[in-house]
């Protein structure tokens, strides 16, 4: 029962991988008109949607192997650019996995995210101020300069976007998973009162909504 537990932990774990990469390869989206170098993909909605599901180990795990192949295949930006995309999906990601670990409901869950996403956007203002110039070649006043007007709305926007598609998905991925008989139903995981689910829908909806007219805008 346990070889076949792990097995099928590591086949997810794959699997969430691959599409991870997939869609960081095919999807890519200019957010902030001042900075193209800058773009959106939705990798995180897999990799936090791991987490939710294998709990944050595995979900480090699967970040570090999907930096790695976006560093050897399609980056241009080497080791400094791994280290910076680990940390944004790491900030954001193991927040709602450690939090849905131990408290496997939807508040638990929206919580871990927006914890996430708060985490992602402080982390990366940080990290953008010290490791940007080393890379892009900016003065560090410059950097510091398009922090409030570049890297915070971008990274805000990246984040709660990534989280209000994560809310989004994340039941009917489950559902589907157990289904295929990839994942087990757990006793600790909590359904959710009724009309939470809905109202957290909406919720998740309008946040999703109010992000894409803000990058339409930034885009100009």
Do not use: Q
């Not at 029962?1 to 774990?13: G, H, P, S, V």
């Not at 560090?140 to 990246?158: G, Q, S, W, Y």
């Amino acid at each position: 029962m346990r070889a076949n537990n792990a097995t099928r932990k590591l086949t997810l774990a794959a699997m969430f991988a691959a599409l991870a990469y997939i869609v960081m390869c095919v999807i890519h989206i200019r957010i902030v008109a001042a900075a193209p170098f800058l773009t959106y993909d939705p990798k995180d909605v897999i990799l936090a949607i791991c987490g939710f599901t294998l709990g944050p180990v595995p979900a480090l795990g699967t970040t570090i192997v999907v930096s790695l192949l976006e560093m050897l295949t399609v980056s241009t930006t080497g080791p400094i650019g791994f280290v910076m995309n680990l940390l944004s999906s790491a900030a954001f990601i193991l927040p709602p996995a450690i939090l849905y670990k131990r408290r496997r409901t939807l508040r638990g869950a929206a919580a871990g995210l927006a914890l996430g996403v708060a985490l992602a956007v402080v982390s990366m203002l940080l990290w953008n101020y010290f490791i940007t110039p080393l890379y892009m070649g900016y003065p560090r006043e410059a950097v510091a300069a398009m922090l409030p007007t570049v890297f915070l709305p971008f990274n805000l926007i990246k984040a709660a976007l990534n989280a209000a598609i994560t809310m989004l998905v994340y039941k009917p991925v489950s559902r589907g998973l157990k289904r295929a008989g990839l994942l087990e139903a757990r006793a600790d995981e909590a359904p959710a009162p009724k009309g939470h689910g809905l109202r957290a829908s909406v919720i998740a909806a309008l946040v999703l909504a109010a992000c894409v007219i803000a990058a339409l805008l930034l885009r100009g």
